[in-house]
């Protein structure tokens, strides 16, 4: 009887060995597999936007360098409306046909058109020269510095969106800028890479980045269909798992290597309708969103607090061009919310 029992001893110990075993080289393989860079999908858009809540460009290439997206002439969210006697910046959240005005840089000239036909021009080299420095507000009383771009822009575009004394201001490297942006722990639940990016006038990150599979989640759900141009992405990514950039940690397009350290959290402005300028009155798709991807419980959820996520944010690593597409590759994070 002792010696069965030693036997059974025995034999729970060894099964017990072979299951450890086993269990710690799986999580090193998986551990591998997720430090690998594993192709997931496709470049479908690049969108850059020259004024911050102002009409897409729709590209099929651009750099990404250290403070976001340029091609060309243009650099992603370059310019910006504020109100001429607080400095406080104003976007399509509170004027929502702003999301139509259209802007050209053709050799040195920007040029504004609004849906009226009417349009201004100004030389941004004389703007430089001229140097009639504003400083503006964004988030969290953050300041930034901008060249202003003058009279006749300002009439145009406060007389369109129906508000007195605006202006349009004009990013420049020497000016003061002071919006660093540092990822906090609490943004979210896995290891939040330490950066400090320096940003134009984004509301957070170098670059934001959504996929068509979370899109397709979504309209699943929602009456009334919508395109990812309601999200305001620089990179659109088609072919992968919708949600699957919740588990991002690095991305990879050609030379070019991002950073990812935040989800993307979502206020009103995707409820804008990109062609007419005119919010959803249902509130549609942030009220759906709300439903099933707020922040989890914990210092993600007192972070982001009501915000839902869509999208990824992201820096750079190393700069280069990307175009449309590219395969794109990812390095999963550790462990996901």
Aim: charged fraction near 25%; aromatic fraction near 8%; hydrophobic fraction near 40%.
């Amino acid at each position: 009887m002792i010696l069965e029992d030693k036997k059974a001893l025995l034999a729970c110990i060894g099964a017990s060995v072979v299951t450890y075993n086993a269990l710690r080289l799986l999580t090193a393989y998986l551990h591998t597999q997720r430090a690998e860079w594993i192709p997931i999908g496709t470049v479908k858009h690049l969108w850059m936007y020259p004024i911050k809540s102002g009409r897409r460009k729709e590209i099929f290439s651009l750099h990404c360098g250290p403070l976001g997206a340029s091609f060309g002439e243009y650099r992603d969210r370059e310019f910006m409306i504020i109100d001429g006697s607080t400095g406080k910046f104003l976007t399509a959240r509170q004027l929502p046909k702003m999301i139509l005005l259209e802007s050209e840089i053709i050799d040195g000239v920007l040029t504004v058109s609004n849906p009226n036909g009417k349009s201004v021009s100004v030389v941004l080299a004389d703007v430089i020269a001229k140097r009639d420095v504003k400083r503006s507000t964004l988030f969290e009383n953050l300041q930034a510095d901008g060249m202003d771009c003058g009279d006749e822009m300002s009439e145009m575009i406060s007389t369109y969106l129906e508000q007195p004394g605006l202006r349009l201001i004009y990013f420049r490297p020497d000016l003061f800028n002071g919006r660093p942006c540092k990822p906090q722990p609490e943004w979210w639940n896995t290891p939040v890479p330490k950066r400090n990016d320096t940003v134009r006038y984004v509301d957070l990150a170098p670059f934001m980045i959504t996929t068509e599979g979370s899109l397709k989640a979504l309209n699943e759900q929602l009456e009334r269909p919508i395109s990812s141009i309601n999200f305001r992405a620089n990179i659109v990514v088609d072919q992968c798992q919708a949600w699957d950039e919740d588990k991002w940690a690095e991305i990879r397009i050609g030379d070019t290597h991002l950073e990812c350290f935040a989800p993307c959290t979502r206020c009103i402005l995707p409820t804008v309708d990109p062609e007419t300028g005119v919010k959803d009155a249902d509130m549609q798709p942030l009220k759906k969103l709300r439903e099933f991807r707020l922040a989890p419980e914990g210092k993600m959820r007192t972070a982001h607090g009501q915000s839902p996520i869509f999208g990824v944010n992201a820096g750079t690593v190393n700069p280069g061009y990307i175009h449309l597409g590219q395969t794109v590759y990812v390095k999963y994070k550790p462990s996901v919310f």
